[in-house]
């Protein structure tokens, strides 16, 4: 992925993607809970609160949600510091007013998880962490330390010390699961979508070349008649000038350009062409276009084809989508990334599937990945000999995440394996002890002529002169 988009692939400024006005909303919904719950408190059941330095605490919380709404833009986004100072305060506030009622005799000490599992959510692992290891440290001291509850006439409302004991392990537990369960789901949520945007990236680029290359194909087609005849009438002009050397230089100049023009009007357009022709394309085909720009590579392709036992001998035409041309482009990357000498590529058909294998002489996938393969943003510690193969490799496997997601999105089915561990003792396996990706399609969901969606040639359309 270019480094231009590694911001927005990235992401690493996730806090900075929430708005001030959505914590405000959710501080309003705090407050009015807490202003609920002591009004209940004192006027229901009749406990003694200090009620002047709870309204403090609660009004404290108020001023500071009434300043941002009035000094900071609405649609101001905040900070990762910002965030984490946000969250903090609404930890300490809550945890004052747990002091002056009960501590953790309070049913309501489990709010303390609201923090942290926000934080969890949209802050950094470090801020995490701290609004974590203060949420811990705060209710250990409420354990120990609070204002008691009384009622009307001065009873002390309390739990049993076992109890207490048992909320604080509850409440300590609860924040350690809850901010790792929220942390591990929010960052797995996060790496998907940004692999999903490269996804979606890789793919409009592929259709952006396409559809250029259709273009340029019917200019060159268009434009063939005129070149044509601008090079007949100059070869004419060069014969009917011999006597008239200035004038015959400049016709063969005429000629000699539109001999040019044609030639790069040729390169261009061996893309294709934006018809329904050119919608699909015989399987060796799209495979020698996925491979095509890795054959420079210093390592040797070798495509082999041929059909299952029973099926038709012609190959299938299939759809030339641009996301099985990318996807199986990507893989082909990989395996030249990582063989010695070699990649194989087999396509082989029958008359209900289609499947191609990809090989190499390489190292093959870590073992402790396989399970993973197709995952974004897999990272695994390479060892010294690794990086002095590849010096400049830094795979997150988002390159075979996307492949994997393209390919599927055209009806594949993946599998991922390593060469050494098949038990296959044919001599022309020998050496394709690599890394092993099989890509498999029902033939009715790629097959331009007689699959789901078949492909129309369209009618001829004659060239006007």
Known sequence: MPDSNSALIHGQERSNWIRLRTLILLRWV?????????????????LQLEIGLCYMAIGVSV????????VFPENKRLTETENFL??????????????????????????????VTISAGVLSLRSTLLIGGTAIMLVTLLANFHMPLRTQDGVILSIPAD???G???????????????ARRVSVEMHAMSDALTATQMALARE?????LGGVVAAAAHELGTPLATIKLTSAELIEELDDRPDLREDAALIRDQADRCR???????RAGNDDLQMHQAPLRTVIEEAAEPHTGRGKTIHIEEGPLPGADTHQPVILRKPEVIHGLRNLIQNAVDFARANVWIENRWSDDEISIRIMDDGRGYPPHMIGRIGDPFVRFRRGESERRIRPEYEGMGLGLFIAKTLLERSGAELRFANGHDRADPAPTVTER??????VRWARRKIDAQHGETPVPLGRNRPIEL
């Open 167 to 181: 909320n604080w392990v509850a409440i300590t537990i609860a924040t350690l699961f809850m901010g790792g369960y």
């Open 86 to 115: 946000m969250v903090l305060f609404d930890l300490m506030q809550l945890s004052f007013l747990l002091y002056l009622t009960g501590g953790l005799h309070n049913p309501f000490a489990v709010f303390v998880l609201a923090p």
């Open 263 to 269: 030639d790069i009007l040729r390169n261009m357009g």
């Open 30 to 46: 705090a407050i009015v809970g807490q202003l609920a719950a002591i009004t209940v408190a004192q006027w229901m059941y009749h």
């Open 207 to 211: 259709q952006k070349l396409t559809d």
């Open 163 to 165: 109890f207490v004991f």
């Open 63 to 70: 001023i500071g949600n009434l300043i941002a709404i009035f």
């Open 433 to 438: 002890k690599g890394a092993i990706v099989e």
